[in-house]
């Protein structure tokens, strides 16, 4: 199980308040949990008109997606966030 931190955080702990999405990442140049912007892969539905949500509009990526942090601009992978 996840350890649960109090979001009010008192700066003592170091453990890694992400338990979702970002679960276990930080940034590995300035340590920020987030967020981050991450290149997915999404199927929409392409008409000659333009594009619209796919029946299956699941938003996916990897450890080896693009993914820049959002506060100092560090460019990576998702998989360089995995910072212990
Ligand atoms: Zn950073």
Known sequence: MANRVDAS????SRVNP???CLYGKRC???GSYG???????MRVLLSDDGSSDAEDGTID???D??????DCK???KVG?????
């Not at 997606?65 to 959002?70: E, I, K, T």
């Open 9 to 12: 955080g008192t700066g003592e």
């Open 18 to 20: 992400n338990v979702n």
């Open 28 to 30: 590995p140049k300035c």
């Open 35 to 41: 967020p981050f912007e991450v290149e997915v892969f």
């Open 61 to 63: 990526y990897s450890d």
């Open 65 to 70: 997606s693009a993914a820049v942090c959002f």
């Open 74 to 76: 560090y460019e990576g």
């Open 80 to 84: 360089d966030f995995n910072v212990p």
